[in-house]
């Protein structure tokens, strides 16, 4: 949102009130509309690109966690049950574990999973799908079992390879893993972090143990 836009809302918010700035120079006047009361409630990942006039007019913060893995397996059960999919229990956390806590991730896997069931198998409704034919699926999308992706293991990769684990600025891992850093920041790294393979530190990005074992396992 414009500065701008949120320095009008400082007496709308207050007041329920707009002040307006007709004409230029010495023959403007400021013109107040009464405006009707009203709720608004706003969400955002980057609160520090609020200012802070704006944010101190709000009387409730919320802070809204990723879905955990049970919650995100209810989803794909629910999901599926609607497409009329049959899917196993350990199918279905493996879903919600490459979904990485974000429900959209989820319903968009399903998706292309059901889709690829339908395609690959001669099967009427219900569609089974069992974890082989998941595990066969994720291997086209190149997922693996920690519901990482190609782009994941770069990020991963680059800051072994090409910083020795680290620590290393945003900017300069996403420029050297050929993302740009607002994708790393927004797309990748919180997974990542959650997971325990990077962690942030004063002096940058750097790779854990976690990190290191699970890399050694896919370099043997």
Same mark, same amino acid.
């Given at each position: ?10 007496? @709308?918010?207050?007041?329920?009130? /707009? ?23 706003? $969400? ?14 709000? !009387? ?19 999901? @599926?049950?609607?497409?009329? #999919?049959?899917?196993?229990?350990? @199918? ?47 291997? #086209?999308?190149? #997922? ?13 990769? !680059? ?11 945003? !900017?300069?891992?996403?420029?050297? $893993? ?12 919180? @997974? /990542? ?14 790779? !854990? ?12």
């Amino acid at each position: 949102m414009p500065k701008v836009c949120q320095e009008i809302l400082y007496t @709308a918010m207050e007041d329920f009130a /707009l002040d307006l700035v007709i004409g230029k120079g010495n023959a403007s006047k400021v013109v107040r509309l009464s405006i009707p009361r009203f709720t608004l409630i706003a $969400a955002t990942n980057k609160p520090n690109l609020c200012l802070g006039p704006f944010l101190d007019r709000f !009387t409730l913060f919320f802070k809204l966690d990723y879905y955990s893995e049970e919650e995100l397996m209810e989803v794909v059960r629910r999901l @599926a049950e609607k497409w009329g #999919i049959e899917i196993e229990e350990e @199918a279905r956390r493996l879903i919600a574990r490459a979904s990485k806590g974000v429900p959209r991730q989820a319903i968009n896997l399903l998706k292309k999973l059901k889709e690829f069931a339908f395609l690959s198998s001669a099967q009427e409704k219900p569609l089974k799908i069992g974890l082989e034919e998941l595990k066969r699926f994720f291997k #086209i999308l190149e #997922i693996d079992e920690w519901g990482l992706t190609p782009e994941d293991r770069r990020c991963l990769l !680059t800051l072994y390879q090409e910083f020795k684990g680290g620590p290393v600025g945003l !900017t300069s891992l996403a420029l050297s $893993a050929n993302i740009s850093p607002e994708e790393l920041e927004t797309l990748y790294e919180p @997974a /990542l972090i959650r997971l325990g393979l990077i962690a942030r530190t004063r002096k940058g990005r750097v790779l !854990t143990q976690k990190g290191y074992a699970y890399l050694k396992e896919r370099l043997k």
